[in-house]
């Protein structure tokens, strides 16, 4: 089964290249659109929701750290970028709104290891896997 459209989500940390260079490799053994959305917190006095990067249209004035360094970062692939999205908000409400708005069929994350404890009672990522529309990759990170 081949995956048309991979959304990477993604925060700005160490393992970040590591992310965008497996995310970027799966999306081109699929033939896949590669997108990458994160959260930017410069944008915290915006309305809640996904905004698209528009490198065209966008105003000097609105270059956000955050979204200058993912662009950077995204420079580094050798595989075409569809959409660079960032968001404000709740993680998990707005990835499921960016999923069924770019019609994605694969959702790339990092997971850090954890114990049984951790796994079963506090794991952020427990609840939005419960809800997720689309197939999920996670990546193991090593801490």
Request: hydrophobic fraction near 40%.
């Amino acid at each position: 089964m081949g995956y048309k459209h991979l959304l990477l989500a993604v925060n700005l940390d160490e393992y970040a290249e590591y992310l965008i260079s497996k995310a970027a490799e799966q999306a081109r053994i699929h033939h896949a659109l590669f997108s990458v959305i994160h959260m930017d917190p410069d944008l915290g006095h915006l309305e809640v929701g996904v905004r698209e990067y528009d490198a065209v249209n966008i105003d000097e004035s609105e270059h956000y750290e955050s979204v200058a360094a993912m662009r950077r970062l995204l420079k580094g692939t050798n595989y075409p970028l569809y959409k660079h999205l960032f968001y404000t908000g709740y993680l998990e409400d707005q990835l499921i709104t960016a999923i069924s708005q770019f019609e994605v069929d694969l959702l790339v994350l990092g997971h850090h290891q954890c114990n049984l404890f951790r796994q079963l009672f506090l794991s952020p990522s427990e609840p939005l896997v419960r809800q997720m529309p689309c197939d999920l990759l996670l990546l193991k990170l090593n801490d």
